[in-house]
């Protein structure tokens, strides 16, 4: 069975940071694209961050840019979210998710999904 668990959400004050991880099991993704997503309360979810297989292409949401940085650690059959300098309409469930293809592009489908972890940026 394949699944997605991200940790390391939070409390956290403005212009602070935090570190989320996606642990994946019950398969390895490291020829997979992966990706953040995040939902706000009252709005749809929203793409944040992928990154390709091999790690030498990102995206990002032009409100994250230069904010967060996404990663991946095949070894560990892990990616991050490093998201610095946070704003309270970073506040947000985020979830992990894995596309079946290796490369990113904007719209592109993702296939596995994990249950999400809650990021509140206090004011």
């Not at 995040?38 to 979810?45: I, L, N, S, V």
């Not at 961050?49 to 409100?63: F, H, M, R």
């Not at 996404?70 to 947000?92: C, F, G, H, W, Y």
Request: include cysteine; charge should be positive; aromatic fraction near 10%.
């Amino acid at each position: 069975q394949v699944q997605l668990v991200e940790s390391g959400g939070g409390l956290v004050q403005a212009g602070g940071s935090l570190r989320l991880s996606c642990a994946a099991s019950g398969r390895t993704f490291s020829r997979n694209a992966m990706a953040w997503f995040r939902q706000a309360p009252g709005k749809e979810r929203e793409f944040v961050a992928a990154i390709s297989w091999s790690g030498g292409n990102t995206l990002y949401v032009d409100s994250v840019k230069g904010r967060f940085t996404i990663s991946r650690e095949d070894a560990k059959n892990t990616v991050a979210l490093q998201m610095n300098s946070l704003k309270p309409e970073d506040t947000a469930v985020y979830f992990c998710a894995a596309s079946q293809v290796g490369f990113v592009l904007k719209g592109m489908q993702y296939d596995y999904w994990g249950q999400g972890t809650q990021v509140t940026v206090s004011s």
